[in-house]
């Protein structure tokens, strides 16, 4: 079982338009991250959430942690081909030994 | 952030050979490493959780006598796949942690491993 459920896994729009990408879980975290990730290279870190109802913003791309700390989204506002990439969420499980644990991303593809 | 060196970035190699990847934290002390795989149009999937000085522990799944970790030094940790077959082809991320919760993570490149 996937304990955090990115969606959708896919996804493939028009430069211009507007995207969300969800991350779900039915577990409650003290943080969740974003990460983009371009191929052949490690993931690099977006944004850190850490109180719930938290809103940050990135330019045109703007996160919401929920307010139970159970699931994040990530909206772009008009899609650029450069915002093209694998987007991750992740969270810290603090559940003995710490680790970080990822969604199965989403693969975004802005057409020009 | 901080300052991650994978080597190699890409490797191929005969069936049934052994590999070894290195993972440097340059200019943080890495006193947890994890190691993720990750194969072709997926995402992270954690293999181990090592300290440094003590036995590297394995995600469900992950054979531990075919992925050998060392964690010897609180800079260096290598992972090493013994007797390599194709279906061990994929993509090798480490992340090296320091002490403290909520801290961010930081990655290596990566190492592509592919095995013919």
């Known amino acids: 079982t996937q304990l955090l459920e990115q969606s959708p896994q896919f996804l493939s729009i028009q430069e211009g338009e507007n995207l969300t990408v969800y991350c779900n879980s039915s577990?409650?975290?003290?943080?969740l991250q974003w990460y983009r990730q371009e191929p052949g290279e490690g993931p690099v870190l977006l944004v850190t959430?850490?109180?719930?109802?938290e809103v940050k913003k990135l330019k045109r791309l703007t996160f919401q942690f929920g307010d139970a700390r159970k699931d994040s989204s990530l909206h772009i506002t008009a899609a650029q081909p450069g915002d093209t990439g694998l987007y991750l969420c992740a969270a810290l499980l603090i559940q003995g030994a710490q680790k970080l644990v990822f969604g199965q991303g989403t693969r975004l593809t802005i057409n020009p | 952030g901080a300052v991650v060196s994978q080597h190699p970035s890409w490797v191929i190699c005969k069936s049934g050979t052994s590999v070894k990847i290195e993972c440097r934290s340059l200019?943080?002390?890495?006193?947890?490493m994890f190691w993720y795989r990750q194969f072709p149009k997926q995402s992270l999937m954690l293999m181990a959780t090592?300290?440094?000085?003590?036995?590297?522990?394995?995600e469900q799944g992950v054979e531990k006598d075919k992925f050998l970790i060392n964690h010897a030094s609180l800079t260096l940790s290598t992972l090493t796949v013994t007797s390599a077959h194709p279906e061990d082809s994929s993509f090798y991320i480490c992340?090296?942690?320091?002490?403290?919760?909520?801290?961010?993570?930081?990655f290596g490149q990566g190492t592509r491993l592919t095995v013919v």
């Open positions: 959430v850490v109180t719930g109802g």
């Open positions: 992340s090296p942690k320091n002490r403290g919760l909520n801290t961010e993570a930081f």
């Open positions: 200019d943080f002390q890495a006193t947890t």
């Open positions: 090592s300290n440094e000085g003590s036995k590297a522990t394995y």
């Open positions: 577990s409650v975290f003290s943080s």
